[in-house]
């Protein structure tokens, strides 16, 4: 279904995408050296004034819908699916030593609220909703509801069905 910046178009519908998330899928995107540094320019003023501190070369998949698009931030190399949703606050980072050294991977299909941490080598499998203001450092299976601090995983079916709407193909 076209390009990252398509994609991430469809998963707004009526709304807006935020000018950070267009000028990043632009970086990503755009071929023509003079033009990518505009680009990047750009997007370094844009995520300066959200609070935003997301690197151009971090892997993110199609669909990705940014609500509230103010003081996140995603370590660049964490690894994110299609269809994630992150709201503000969001903090996707690294852990620099121990078992979970590393930076996280999440799937498809994940609902991330306001002010969760996700921490560590960690793995988020595909349709996992993330509760307001989770902690999470520990491997989380595919199809749950994650919420609290320390984190308690609860497993539930379509856990993210009316929470991820326009899903990109």
């Given amino acids: 279904m076209g390009t ?3 994609q ?3 998963r707004y519908a009526v709304e807006k995408m935020p000018r950070f998330q267009r000028l990043f899928r632009c970086c990503q995107e755009c071929r023509f050296k003079p033009m990518q540094l505009v680009y990047r320019l750009l997007f370094r003023w844009c995520r300066q004034r959200n609070f ?3 690197s151009h070369q971090t892997v993110i998949g199609g669909g990705l819908y940014i609500g ?3 003081c996140i931030t995603i ?3 964490a690894i994110i699916g299609r269809n994630v949703n992150i709201h503000r606050g969001v903090v996707i980072g690294q852990e620099n030593r121990g078992k979970r050294e590393g930076a996280p991977t999440i799937g498809d299909d994940v609902w991330i609220g306001i ?3 996700i921490v560590g080598g960690i793995k988020v499998e595909n349709d996992v909703m993330i509760a ?3 902690f999470v450092n520990r491997d989380v299976p595919s199809h749950s509801v994650v919420f609290g601090n320390p984190c308690i995983i609860k497993h539930k ?3 993210t069905e009316g929470y991820i709407n326009h899903k990109s193909q």
């Fill in 115 to 117: 002010n969760a941490s």
């Fill in 132 to 134: 307001p203001g989770a």
């Fill in 52 to 54: 935003i501190e997301l």
């Fill in 68 to 70: 509230h698009p103010y």
């Fill in 157 to 159: 079916d379509h856990a």
């Fill in 75 to 77: 370590n660049p190399q």
């Fill in 4 to 6: 990252l910046l398509e």
């Fill in 8 to 10: 991430d178009k469809y």
